[in-house]
């Protein structure tokens, strides 16, 4: 059964860094991309970027792209997403998602980790 | 940035009722579209991928359809599981973007 599992959920201050995790398993975790969404709270879904665990070859939304870091440890089957300063704007839940390649080459998510709550306030 | 607008935002509709949501693309995507449905409180679900395929286990009452710059979603007889919000998402170039969502409630 594919299953991600994200860490649980954070309380931080203005200017702390913050990294979250999305582990991967029952699948083979180093040939799919996994993907990071942000929700803020009441509003829609936003593409942040994604990354092969592979060889962490990496895509950014420009609207996140500075702003946060992907990462991945195959090794332990994990994906993260990272602040080094945050932001009140960054209080938001955060999902993971596995992404599927079609015959064509392009990717869509099929699933989707439980979501971290991330709060930033003073 | 393709933006992708969804209408309409909120719909009210009844048990047993069939109803259609739209996905418009400002510019052509092929079929690189998918279809989310999130519930209060929970992670999005995957649906459909390339415009009108069901991700497994997905119940055939959901159905899409569309290419280019039009897509729809379809849902047909409504169960109160079925109320809540879907979002469209084209996948066609980076950045991958979303609908702004479509509420769908009970009348």
């Known amino acids: 059964e594919v299953q991600l599992v994200q860490s649980g959920a954070e309380v931080k201050k203005p200017g702390e860094s913050l990294k979250i995790s999305c582990k991967g398993s029952?699948?083979?975790?180093?040939?799919?991309?996994i993907g990071w969404v942000r929700q803020m709270p009441g509003k829609g879904l936003e593409w942040m970027g994604i990354?092969?665990?592979?060889?962490?070859?990496?895509r950014y939304s420009p609207s996140f792209q500075g702003q946060v870091t992907i990462s991945a440890d195959k090794s332990i089957t994990t994906a993260y997403l990272q602040w080094s300063s945050l932001k009140a704007s960054d209080t938001a839940m955060y999902y993971c998602?596995?992404?599927?390649?079609?015959?064509?080459?392009?990717?869509?998510?099929?699933?989707w980790g439980q979501g971290t709550l991330v709060t930033v306030s003073s | 940035d393709i933006q992708m607008t969804q209408s309409p935002s909120s719909l009210s509709a009844s048990v047993g009722d069939r109803v259609t949501i739209t996905c418009r693309a400002s510019q052509g995507i092929s079929n690189y579209l998918a279809w989310f449905q999130q519930k209060p409180g929970k992670a999005p679900k995957s649906l459909i991928y390339a415009a009108s395929s069901l991700q497994s286990g997905v119940p055939s009452k959901f159905s899409g359809s569309g290419s280019g710059t039009y897509f729809t979603l379809t849902i047909s007889s409504l169960q109160p599981e079925d109320f809540a919000t879907y979002y469209c998402q084209q996948y066609n170039s980076y950045p991958y973007t979303f609908g702004q969502g479509t509420k769908l409630e009970i009348k």
């Open positions: 990354i092969y665990p592979d060889d962490s070859d990496t």
């Open positions: 998602a596995r992404l599927r390649r079609a015959v064509t080459g392009t990717l869509f998510f099929d699933y």
């Open positions: 029952g699948y083979s975790f180093t040939t799919y991309w």
